[in-house]
C-alpha cells in the first residue's frame, strides 16, 4: 500500500476549525483516502472517505488536492470530544469485489483541543 | 444506533492457553475484521471474513488463530496456544460492503487480552 505522512500532533481550540494535513505521494489512481479517528481507549471510528472529489459528511470536509497527492480533513468547529488520533490511510481496491479489504493504520496525528 | 458489541471487554489468561474473543457484528453486515493494537503501537490487520471465509489476512494471522462464525450472529477469534506477545486490545469490526465502496468499517470498543 502506497505511504501517507501526516504531523504526530496538532493543537486546536475549542469551536475553532481545525485542518488536518496527510501527504501521500507515491498515491495511485485507484487509491481511496480514508480518514478515521480513535478516542481514548476506544476502536477506531469512521470519518470521512474519498478518491478524487472534495467530500462533506456531518463529521467533517476532506479536501483533495487536484493531483491527489495529499489531502486535508477539516472540522468546522472543533469540540472537546475530537480529541482522538486521526489516522488518514490509504486503500486500493480488492481484486475480488466481494472480498473484504485490509485498512492498514499508520501513527496518526495526535490532535489535542484546548477548552 | 447499531453498534458492533464484543466480550469480554478484558481477559486475562496464562501463556499456552486458549483464548476465544467473541463479536456481535452489526446485524445486517456481511463483512467482518478483526485488528489488534498492542499497547502504544498502531492498529493492525488480522483478518477479513466473508460468505463464510476468509478473504484475506495479514502475516499477524498464523495457524494459532482461527475465526469462526458459528450460529449467523457471533463472529469469534480463536487463539490456540497464547503467548506473551499476544497481549493486546483485539478489536471486531463489520461492514456493509467492502471497504472500497462504502469506506466505512464499524468497530467495537475492543478485548483487551492479557497473557501472562
Known amino acids: 500500500d502506497a505511504k501517507t505522512t501526516q504531523p504526530n500532533s496538532m493543537e486546536s481550540n475549542e469551536e475553532e476549525p481545525v485542518h488536518l494535513p496527510c501527504n501521500h505521494s507515491?498515491?495511485?489512481?485507484?487509491?481511496?483516502i480514508h480518514w478515521y479517528r480513535q478516542l481514548p481507549s476506544q476502536g477506531p471510528e469512521y470519518v470521512i472517505h474519498g478518491l478524487t472529489s472534495n467530500v462533506n459528511n456531518r463529521m467533517a470536509s476532506l479536501a483533495i488536492a487536484e493531483d491527489r497527492k495529499s489531502s486535508t480533513l477539516i472540522l468546522h468547529r472543533a469540540t472537546l470530544r475530537d480529541a482522538a488520533v486521526y489516522y488518514c490511510i490509504l486503500n486500493r481496491p480488492h481484486l475480488v469485489e466481494t472480498s473484504g479489504s485490509r485498512l492498514t493504520f499508520g501513527e496518526g496525528t495526535q490532535l489535542t483541543v484546548n477548552p | 444506533e447499531p453498534e458492533v458489541t464484543q466480550t469480554p471487554s478484558h481477559q486475562v489468561t496464562q501463556m499456552g492457553q486458549e483464548v476465544i474473543l467473541r463479536c456481535v457484528p452489526i446485524s445486517n453486515h456481511l463483512y467482518f475484521y478483526w485488528y489488534r493494537q498492542i499497547l502504544g503501537q498502531k492498529v493492525e490487520f488480522l483478518v477479513s471474513f466473508y460468505n463464510n471465509e476468509i478473504s484475506e489476512k495479514s502475516e499477524i494471522f498464523d495457524d494459532q488463530f482461527s475465526v469462526e462464525r458459528p450460529d449467523g450472529s457471533n463472529f469469534t477469534l480463536k487463539i490456540r496456544s497464547t503467548k506473551l506477545e499476544d497481549s493486546a486490545m483485539y478489536f471486531c469490526?463489520?461492514?456493509?460492503?467492502?471497504?472500497?465502496?462504502?469506506?466505512?468499517?464499524?468497530f467495537g470498543e475492543g478485548s483487551r487480552l492479557t497473557v501472562l
Open positions: 469490526a463489520s461492514s456493509e460492503a467492502p471497504v472500497r465502496r462504502t469506506g466505512e468499517l464499524f
Open positions: 507515491t498515491i495511485s489512481g485507484t487509491d481511496y
